[in-house]
């Protein structure tokens, strides 16, 4: 009988990074290849009720950022006096800090003593600046000024963090991200370029420490409102959102109907859209992906 000197037939298996296999191509996959594949592993499906009541955030906030240029409006045309600026000043500075103190479950007396120490250097600071801010922009035309303005808070809405994620514990923020420092940077140089136009330096010192209340303190208090209770900070985005929408009214009907449509598609119509576009995702995972390594710490 003569012995069969035929090759014996290789089995075909996957290797991660094994190179060629003896009998096969290179490029061979296998009849089971597409056997893991998984569709819509990581697709998160939204509902449209939670979608919206996350874009209360984005509105609250739009909304926040007009009434600081209505402010800005209205102590520009001398609506405003200094001394009510500066009464505006204290409360939201006094109200900031009972909302943390009632809000803020970590907070201890040492950090309070803290922050209240830290706003009273930068109050000292702010007001020995005044009279720098006061001429910094006396070359400039009113026209560039407001053009620049506008654009500076045009990117400031776009880039700021509406999430709160860079915003941890009272003790304990995180660092913020690249485009969360430019979102800031913009805000304060727009309230340096209104301030710069001002007639005198109290009035200068007034607006920017109200500008930087809003845009430093403001977003770290709605955070903390939110963590306590999201009903209780749904209440006060709906507050902030009727105060603003009244007070553009009684200023102008046309910019009324352009805010109260821009609130309804940010609330509304975008969750819509996010939710409905949902059905046409599609991932696709399989063993073509790149390979995952897991550790276990306790073997």
Same mark, same amino acid.
């Given at each position: ?28 996959? +296998? ?44 102590? @520009? ?42 706003? &009273?250097?930068?109050?000292? +600071? ?9 001429? &910094? ?14 654009? &500076? ?17 009272? +003790? ?21 370029? *209104?301030?710069?136009? &001002? ?25 903390? *409102? ?5 009903? @209780? ?8 959102? +009727? ?13 009324? #109907?352009?805010?109260? #449509? ?38």
């Amino acid at each position: 009988m003569e012995e069969d000197l035929s090759p014996a037939p290789w089995k075909w298996r996957k290797v991660a990074y094994g190179g060629m296999q003896p009998g096969f191509d290179d490029n061979y996959t +296998g009849d089971s290849f597409l056997e893991d594949m998984v569709t819509n592993a990581n697709v998160v499906k939204r509902d449209l009720c939670k979608v919206i009541l996350d874009s209360v955030s984005i509105s609250q906030y739009f909304c926040t950022v007009i009434l600081v240029v209505l402010v800005w409006t209205y102590t @520009l045309a001398s609506t405003i006096s200094l001394k009510s600026l500066l009464l505006l000043d204290i409360t939201m500075l006094v109200s900031g800090f009972v909302v943390l103190i009632l809000t803020a479950r970590m907070i201890s007396l040492k950090l309070f003593a803290q922050y209240a120490l830290n706003i &009273l250097y930068f109050i000292t +600071g702010l007001y020995a600046l005044s009279p720098i801010y006061h001429t &910094l922009t006396k070359s400039i035309s009113s026209d560039s000024i407001w053009a620049l303005t506008t654009m &500076l808070i045009v990117l400031h809405l776009f880039l700021h963090d509406y999430t709160g994620c860079t915003v941890k514990d009272p +003790g304990s923020l995180t660092n913020p991200t690249l485009s969360c420092n430019i979102s800031l940077n913009m805000s304060i140089i727009a309230s340096v370029l *209104i301030a710069s136009q &001002l007639q005198s330096r109290q009035l200068v010192f007034a607006i920017v420490l109200f500008s930087l209340q809003v845009f430093l303190f403001a977003p770290f208090v709605a955070y903390c *409102i939110k963590r306590y209770s999201f009903w @209780l900070y749904l209440w006060f985005s709906l507050g902030v959102v +009727g105060l603003t929408l009244v007070l553009v009214y009684r200023l102008q009907g046309f910019f009324f #109907g352009i805010l109260l #449509g821009l609130l309804v598609f940010i609330t509304f119509i975008c969750p819509y859209w996010l939710t409905r576009i949902q059905k046409y995702k599609f991932e696709i995972n399989g063993p073509w992906d790149e390979a995952k390594l897991c550790f276990d710490i306790n073997e």
